[in-house]
């Protein structure tokens, strides 16, 4: 029996090891597994998770209703206090809803103020500027600073740029999927802002790196998700400040509800708790009536966005990897430069990208796209007709996605196999040169 929180920890940790042997074949070259073991499981001392006492949520089981998206949409602030956007900003934004949106396009049209104009937006689209009652000039400062913020160590990837794709992403699996439906304006405006500050004041280096050399933020919170913590706790300080606090028309109870999830929410993108959230959400879908926590639901959601352009359209996926891995890279300068071990992933002059990338792929994002599109199935699906008005034909699924990252998965897989057989003619060569020059030492 394991009834010990010991044990209970033990089995957690065993469980990850059971997911990562999947992970195991030769296939998969040593530095690919070590990154995912070092990535997305935790081995520097398992964090012990808050109890899994659910927030209580307001019943909203009549709140589906096909007319709330209309009325939201609808719903928008026309006066004129609002931002202006100019027409190249509006051209591009007509495409906002679609899976593979051109952030970068974005970012031109706006001259580097995509979150600016993608908030804004989205906020009035939903209804929730007008539904909290915002200052349109309130939130104008709140989204420049945290524009700033995402700007301040000049990150290849983590910056402002991946705020919005990441924000624009959670979008389309509010709108698309029809999961708005599901959710009360509390809760998607909880979601739209989460997934804004997500990655807020991110250094550019990794956990592993702050815990490693002992960082300022490592020291404040006691090696456990470091960077996440400081997202959320930076986010809520900007709040605090009267210029920017965009929440001073919520109720208390509304307050406490908004932060509680914004908290879940980006804690769950701490990608130590990969393979735990992805089986406790199998787990749970496998049940006769699965019933599914919001606040566990909308994590699972916006982890998969935030991992998402290896599902997109090859070129965004591939400028995204090439800002990813140049930061890493950069990490790996730093780690040389203090006499650490390079981290997994992070040595510019030894690393086989396409084999990594298939890694990621495969391990990672397939699995965490599939997980959720199962779990969006369960919630979205229509309750059962009553007995005798079944389906004519039992063979049609009662409910299904349209799933877009299906197709581009494929196709970017397809993509990075082709430049795996390059690598590793590359590679052979190079070790080639190494055998033949004589006075080059042995490793
Ligand atoms: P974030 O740091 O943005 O909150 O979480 C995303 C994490 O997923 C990254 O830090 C990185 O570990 C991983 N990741 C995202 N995209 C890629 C990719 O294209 N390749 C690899 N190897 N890892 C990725
Ligand atoms: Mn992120």
């Known amino acids: ?18 997911e990562l042997s999947e992970v195991q074949p030769d296939a998969v070259p040593p530095e690919v597994r070590e990154w995912l073991a070092s990535t997305f499981t935790r081995q520097l001392g398992p964090t012990r998770r808050k109890s899994d006492e659910k927030p209580k949520f307001k019943s909203v089981a009549h709140a589906i209703r096909a007319g709330i998206f209309v009325d939201r949409i609808y719903r928008r602030v026309n006066h004129t206090a609002l931002m202006q956007f100019p027409p190249e900003v509006v051209k591009v934004l007509k495409t906002l809803d679609d899976w593979s949106f051109d952030v970068f396009a974005l970012h031109e049209s706006t001259q580097g103020q995509p979150i600016k104009f993608l908030s804004y937006d989205l906020l009035n689209r939903y209804g929730i500027l007008h539904k909290f009652k915002m200052v349109p000039a309130t939130l104008e400062n709140f989204l420049l600073r945290i524009e700033e913020g995402y700007c301040k160590y000049k990150n290849p990837y983590h910056n402002n740029l991946h705020a919005t794709d990441v924000t624009q992403t959670v979008h389309y699996m509010l709108c698309k999927t029809g999961l708005m439906n599901w959710l009360t304006d509390l809760e998607i405006f909880a979601t739209l802002i989460a997934a804004l500050i997500h990655d807020f004041e991110h250094t550019g280096t990794t956990n592993n790196f702050h815990v490693m050399s002992g960082t300022e933020a490592a020291l404040l919170y006691n090696d456990r998700a470091v960077l ?21 028309n919520l109720s208390r109870e509304e307050y406490r509800e908004f932060r509680t999830l914004v908290i879940d929410m980006v804690l769950a993108t701490d990608m130590s708790f990969h393979f735990q959230q992805l089986k406790n959400m199998r787990n749970l879908l496998t049940l006769a009536e699965p019933s599914v926590d919001k606040s566990k639901a909308l994590s699972l959601v916006l982890h998969c966005c935030d991992i ?50 298939i890694g990621f792929i495969d391990f990672i994002v ?19 007709p009553p007995v005798g008005k079944e389906r004519e034909n039992e063979n049609t699924p009662a409910f299904s996605l349209v799933k877009p990252w299906v197709v581009s998965l494929a196709e970017n897989k397809k993509h990075w196999k082709e430049k795996a057989v390059t690598e590793a003619v590359q590679k052979k060569q190079n070790e080639d040169v190494k055998v033949d020059v004589p006075t080059t030492k042995a490793e």
């Open 1 to 18: 029996m394991h009834n010990g929180q010991g044990s209970a920890k033990k089995r957690r940790l065993a469980d990850e090891d059971d």
């Open 228 to 248: 996440e913590n400081h997202h959320i706790s930076a986010s809520f300080r900007l709040l605090k400040e009267d210029d920017c606090n965009i929440l001073q």
């Open 308 to 357: 998402s352009h290896p599902a997109k359209k090859w070129e965004l996926h591939y400028r995204w990897t090439t800002s990813l891995l140049e930061e890493f890279f950069r990490q790996g300068d730093k780690e040389r430069e203090l006499g650490l071990p390079f981290s997994p992933l992070c040595d510019r002059n030894n690393i086989m990208i396409a084999e990594s990338q």
């Open 366 to 384: 397939d699995p965490s796209m599939t997980v959720c599109s199962d779990m969006l199935e369960v919630i979205l699906a229509p309750e059962k």
